[in-house]
């Protein structure tokens, strides 16, 4: 985006020049103001706040499918309407972050079609199969465990729109949580064929959980701007070791092993020792190359092609009733 028209200047001065519009938008970001839509903003800003929010709204959606595998299969009525809620927030989230990234100037149809076309990413954690009803469980209490220690400095980030989308999406995912560490709670205090199926699924989610948080700050290519624009407010290592420490006493509150043998405490620094993240399986699943990528695109463009008659009808009631 070369230009942007109709943009408002903070000062009311129009023929700031570039490096002065910089220094004073990177001094309200200093001095914790929030940037708003109609805001003067770097295009550098505006295209890396794309790609983060576009990429969070995919996860969203692309995250209902695992889950959504399981409502048919949930063991109770209970357990099947709370997955069915919970499969209904992630929708809604994804439409949140869709909204607040049509603000910066994109179309939702023109980011949908780069996700379904392979050229946007969404979160690797999504590319791994749930095997059986445990994984659910597991994934309300790791997964969403590890969006919430994500998200929630999101809700204080620099950009508007974005900020304000958080605070809603945190407060179900935290109901998210409760429900999938309730699943995992019970299991664990089962029989020994349902203590086994809720071990097994950890060990098998527990290290791509470590990854949702990102490349370490070190292979981190986007991290420095974003942190210096406060958009993110924490690295991805400095979340990660959050998540860790927290996990440790959730595990052993419900018996249960976190498969990492070198996992220690340190005494000095007070956290968590966790062994060596298998990156190149990280980047293997971000090329597209995970257990399950090719199925969640396949079930993507499945699912954008059935509702295409959707799409047409409400833009046609649109067209023929614009005063609604």
């Not at 919970?86 to 994804?94: L, M, R």
């Not at 220690?264 to 399950?292: A, L, M």
Request: hydrophobic share 35%; glycine share 6%.
């Amino acid at each position: 985006m070369e230009s942007q028209p109709h943009i408002r200047d903070i000062s009311g001065n129009t023929a700031l020049d570039e490096a002065q519009r910089v220094k004073r938008f990177e001094e309200r970001i200093q001095a914790g103001e929030r940037i708003e839509p109609k805001d003067w903003m770097p295009d550098v800003y505006r295209r890396q706040l794309t790609r983060m929010i576009s990429q969070h709204a995919h996860s969203e959606v692309v995250g209902m499918y695992p889950e959504g595998n399981w409502i048919t299969r949930a063991p109770t009525l209970r357990r099947k309407l709370g997955l069915l809620a919970k499969v209904q927030d992630e929708c809604g989230h994804g439409l949140y972050l869709y909204c607040a990234a049509e603000t910066l100037g994109v179309d939702r149809s023109d980011l949908t079609d780069e996700l379904l076309s392979g050229k946007a990413k969404y979160a690797s954690i999504f590319n791994y199969p749930t095997l059986s009803w445990a994984d659910i469980g597991v994934i309300g209490w790791l997964v969403d465990g590890a969006a919430i220690i994500n998200q929630t400095p999101l809700a204080k980030c620099s950009y508007g729109p974005y900020a304000r989308a958080m605070v809603h999406i945190c407060k179900e995912e935290s109901f998210h949580l409760k429900q999938g560490y309730e699943i995992v709670t019970k299991l664990a205090q089962g029989n020994s064929a349902q203590k086994e199926m809720v071990q097994e699924s950890v060990n098998r989610w527990w290290w791509p959980v470590l990854m949702m948080f990102g490349p370490s700050d070190s292979d981190s290519s986007n991290s420095e701007d974003l942190m210096r624009w406060k958009v993110k407010l924490f690295s991805n290592d400095s979340l990660r070791q959050r998540f860790v420490n927290g996990s440790v006493a959730q595990a052993k509150a419900v018996k249960l092993t976190l498969p990492d043998p070198d996992l220690r405490f340190n005494e000095e620094s007070g956290n968590w020792d966790y062994g060596t993240i298998n990156w190149d399986e990280f980047w293997q699943v971000v090329k597209g190359h995970g257990p399950c990528n090719r199925e969640r695109m396949r079930m993507s463009r499945k699912k954008h092609n059935d509702g295409r008659w959707v799409r047409e009808a409400a833009r046609a009631y649109s067209a023929r009733h614009p005063e609604k």
